[in-house]
C-alpha cells in the first residue's frame, strides 16, 4: 500500500487515477467521485493507492462514511421482517438480509439478536438509500465474515482501522509472534479481538489502542516495539 504524501483538496482533480482508469478497471473509496470521466476529491487528505487499482483519500474524520467494498464490524440492532437492522457508525442504520449469510435458506436462517456483532461487508453504499451489508463473497463463501462470537469490542479512530487493513500489516505481525489470535477490523473505527485468555485478549486490545498515534510512515517504527510492550502486558 501506497505510504505517498501527495494531499488532495475537495474539487481536486485527480488526473493520476483518470490515467490508469483507460486502460484499466479501478475502484474508488472515500474521499474520490467520478464526474462523466474525470475523477475529482471530495474529501483533504493524503491520497492513498493500494495494489491493484484501488484509490482513496485518508480523511481523519470522526463518523464513518459507507463506501461500497469497505469491511465493517456492526452491531445487530432488530430484525424487521426479512431484514436485520445494523449499527456501522455511520448517519444511517445498515441492513443485511438473512440470505446474505452463507448456507442461508427460509428454514436455515441464521441466529442472530439484537446486540450481535457482525463481520460484513458493504454492498450498497449511496447518498440515497441506506447502506446494504453482506456476509459472504461473491462465491456465495463467508470467508472471514460473518457472525464474532465472544471475544472482545472496542472503538478505534478511522485512521487506525485502515491502517491495520493493509496488506500484511506490521502490526498485526508483530503481535502474532507474541500469542495466537482472531481479529475483525473495519474501516469504521471498530475492532473485534479474541485470544484463548481473557487476560491475552485485554492484552492484545491494549497494544492495537497504543498504535492510536502512528501514521503509515511511523507505524513500522512502533511495531518494532511492539514484541516488548506485548510481553510486559500479558505478564502484568
Request: charged letters at 25%; aromatic letters at 6%.
Amino acid at each position: 500500500m501506497s505510504s505517498s504524501s501527495t494531499i488532495v483538496m475537495p474539487g481536486d482533480r485527480i488526473a493520476a487515477i483518470e490515467e490508469v482508469a483507460k486502460s484499466k478497471r479501478v475502484i474508488l473509496g472515500p474521499g474520490l467521485r467520478r464526474l462523466d470521466e474525470t475523477v475529482v476529491a471530495t474529501k483533504a487528505g493524503p491520497l492513498r493507492h493500494k495494489e491493484p487499482n484501488t484509490f482513496w483519500v485518508d480523511n481523519y474524520q470522526r463518523r464513518y462514511v459507507p463506501a461500497r467494498g469497505d469491511l465493517v464490524v456492526g452491531i445487530v440492532k432488530a430484525k424487521a421482517g426479512d431484514q436485520f437492522r445494523v449499527d456501522i457508525g455511520s448517519a444511517d442504520m445498515a441492513s443485511i438480509s438473512y440470505l446474505s449469510f452463507e448456507s442461508a435458506t427460509k428454514k436455515n436462517r441464521p441466529d442472530l439478536n439484537p446486540g450481535d456483532l457482525i463481520y460484513a461487508r458493504v454492498l450498497v453504499a449511496s447518498a440515497d438509500v441506506e447502506p446494504e451489508l453482506v456476509c459472504v463473497n461473491s462465491n456465495g463463501k463467508r470467508g472471514k465474515l460473518g457472525i464474532l462470537a465472544d471475544g472482545f469490542f472496542f472503538k478505534c479512530s478511522l485512521n487506525l482501522g485502515r491502517l491495520l487493513l493493509r496488506e500484511n500489516c506490521p502490526a498485526l505481525a508483530a503481535l502474532k509472534r507474541q500469542l495466537p489470535y482472531e481479529i475483525a477490523v473495519g474501516v469504521n473505527g471498530r475492532i473485534w479481538v479474541k485470544a484463548q485468555a481473557l487476560r491475552e485478549t485485554v492484552a492484545l486490545a491494549n497494544s492495537i489502542l497504543a498504535l492510536e498515534q502512528a501514521g503509515y510512515a511511523e507505524i513500522d517504527k512502533v511495531c518494532d516495539n511492539l514484541d516488548g510492550f506485548m510481553e510486559h502486558r500479558i505478564s502484568f
